[in-house]
């Protein structure tokens, strides 16, 4: 029961509505017997138990005292922070990399790094520009905060469109509102949702236009996805190294949650800009005044002792397999030739579907319900675009089924799409 | 380096600003051999290392997949908020239990929960009425949200002076600033700073102040220390049972890191206010979608096993006994005499030291500056203050040193009380 008094909220509190994924964990809630291939968890069989203990352990009988369960610092653990940063460097050979090193910072999660960027860079009515799919989470929050998204136009293969984005920015020019736009984000390897990876030339690309432009913004770059690759890592450098983004402020994030355990909620980013980051930790410390201290102490045993190598070894060929129990149920079932197409992964945890032109399978549509009571359920791929949503998308993650249940999802998605044929 | 673009803040980056804490940390890295009576961190000799190893080990022996180390829901762990909601419940048995039970909800540290709910209750301009003195991690938060804290007036024995705040409601009335008021806050349980607690008679002077003057916004009640007494419990119910706050939206909120470790960082609070409730979950899906999993996984083993109870009873003790030995060392070294003043508290982790009238105990004052010289560090009072800041307020700290570094400490201190006295 609410109070009978009606609050006078914010108008960040007016804006925010139920994100969608919780009408998705509705329809899951409702509907116990559905397999989702919606949830972008990770796999549960794989989780890293024993390495975890064996860290606790060794805190435990760490001489001295036990600051780290303690309050810790905003900036995160000096030693965790290192050890990400040899992680990055051993990568790639960014021109500043005192500056990367000593920006390193720990947060909840990438996301809240991205809700920071986001609150002291951009005011209600400003503009974002983004990868064209990109991730939903993201561009919820935007519209949370009152931000705009654009689209950075792509061709047919999904590839950044140069010459489309120029346009772009000079309809926004014409329009009085190149001034509006405060950032450029984008998922670069193996992203959520579409599982690509941007190469080298169209980081370029981007930078190249936006300069030309004269819109020098800070860039954000979300390599959520950069170590979970199959077999190979996705070669391109960031925009920490790529000389075309020299002159941008650059933030770049990522994440211990996806490579090892999403329940311990560690993100971490650096940033070529110390104000930008300065002002991020600001906000921070009204947020929560640093990380939980105990998880960080944790992830410092754990990367001093191998311990994330040893999972990726585990869970990169996992995903693969778990791919391709996907990918080869929905092929052998008979998809393609129904007029669905999708790239196979090289990481990542989706696969990103482009069903037959004209069948629309948002979360309204007649597919989604008959998916839902074909006891399968799936993200609508119209979330995952800022703007100008086509309806004939689809996210399906295979981060947390087992590939028994992948193989029994795929043969229920298929029949509801035959029945769409 | 940072870049030699200059960012477009947002008018929130625009406003944020180093928080006093991060001066205060500049302090003790440069003078290293400082003892600090500023920080407000617990003790690190009786931090809970067998009791959180324990319960890693049960949660790695437990049947089943070990979802603990997957991502959790954005509310909390259910088993762990029944288990906070039944320990909320037996202290006190408000009306609505079960509105109570339903919206517990889970975040990171306390701190996060008064974010959440500012953001969503107030625009910049807006007015919060706080206890006076106040909790300046909270104040500092309103100033970089851009939100005016305007102090319930108090007698000079700290207690809630009901004609002064129906005074202060009437001239906002006058000024056409009544409708600005969003909130009210305070700290009612051995409060930061000031150690008091707020008594019934109390609570109930400001919801009836409030109700006379058409006021009936959200409370927020800070119960953060709550647990942290000495020997008995405070008496008081808090706002969720008081009949003279029946009718405001209320938010209550509380902590595990003060009680048992800081360095897990899990706060949590309830409300009888469904709407503001999920309003505030709608940001925190924005912030990070859920306090981390595992952390929350090892509390519902803690709270099971009745670890919290275990702890408080090492703790409380520790804490009587860190509290009187600066007390006394503080007593016995002559500051009463030299005008000083202060309660002894019944709970919590501070000192609230009156200096005498007239001396400037300022973050940039000689006194501060001297004790700094001689090797100490407090927090300057008027830090604590929404408004009107007298200079002559100190708040000490006996969380983090131990029994000796406190005597010394103490020493110190009063050595340079005698210079200015």
């Not at 975890?52 to 303690?70: C, I, M, S």
């Not at 790094?113 to 974002?128: E, R």
């Not at 030339?201 to 236009?209: L, M, R, T, W």
Request: charged residues 20%; neutral net charge; contains cysteine.
């Amino acid at each position: 029961m609410s109070s009978p008094v009606s609050i006078n909220y914010s108008a960040l509190g007016e804006r925010s509505q139920p994100p969608t994924i919780a009408r998705l964990m509705t329809l899951m809630l409702e509907n116990p017997k559905l397999l989702s291939l919606a949830a972008g968890f990770t796999d549960n069989q794989t989780l890293p138990v024993p390495a975890v203990q064996a860290a606790v352990t060794a805190l435990a009988k760490r001489a001295g005292e036990p600051e780290y369960l303690q309050y810790g610092t905003n900036q995160g653990r000096p030693k965790l922070r290192a050890l990400l940063a040899d992680r990055l460097l051993s990568l790639e050979t960014p021109p500043d990399a005192d500056t990367v090193r000593k920006n390193f910072f720990v947060t909840n999660g990438s996301q809240q790094a991205l809700y920071l960027a986001m609150q002291v860079l951009c005011d209600p009515g400003d503009i974002v520009l983004v990868d064209r799919p990109s991730y939903f989470v993201y561009l919820e929050m935007l519209v949370g905060l009152g931000v705009q998204a654009r689209s950075m136009p792509v061709d047919a293969d999904g590839r950044i469109d140069a010459a489309g984005l120029s346009a772009l920015l000079e309809t926004l020019r014409t329009r009085g509102e190149l001034k509006r736009v405060k950032a450029v984000y984008f998922v670069s390897y193996f992203s959520n949702p579409s599982a690509r990876s941007l190469d080298e030339s169209e980081k370029n690309a981007i930078a190249d236009v936006l300069t030309q432009a004269g819109v020098i913004v800070p860039v954000v770059e979300d390599a959520a996805y950069r170590e979970l690759y199959y077999n190979q890592p996705h070669a391109a450098r960031s925009v920490l190294s790529l000389p075309s983004w020299a002159a941008f402020p650059k933030l770049y994030l990522s994440t211990l949650t996806k490579p090892f355990a999403s329940g311990l909620k560690v993100g971490y980013g650096t940033s070529s800009d110390s104000a930008l980051l300065a002002k991020m930790l600001h906000v921070k410390g009204h947020h929560d005044f640093g990380t939980a201290n105990y998880n960080q102490a944790l992830f410092e045993q754990i990367l001093s002792e191998g311990g994330l190598d040893a999972q990726l070894a585990v869970i990169r060929p996992g995903y693969q397999r778990k791919m391709r129990a996907l990918h080869g149920a929905l092929t052998a079932g008979g998809l393609p030739a129904l007029g669905w197409s999708w790239a196979v992964p090289g990481g990542g945890l989706y696969l990103w579907l482009t069903a037959p032109a004209g069948l629309d399978t948002g979360m309204d549509s007649a597919f989604c319900h008959a998916c839902v009571k074909a006891g399968v359920l799936y993200v609508p791929g119209d979330l995952c675009f800022g703007d100008d949503a086509p309806k004939n998308f689809i996210r399906l993650s295979f981060g947390v089924l087992n590939e028994t249940d992948l193989i029994e999802a795929a043969r229920r998605f298929v029949g509801v799409a035959k029945q769409f044929a």
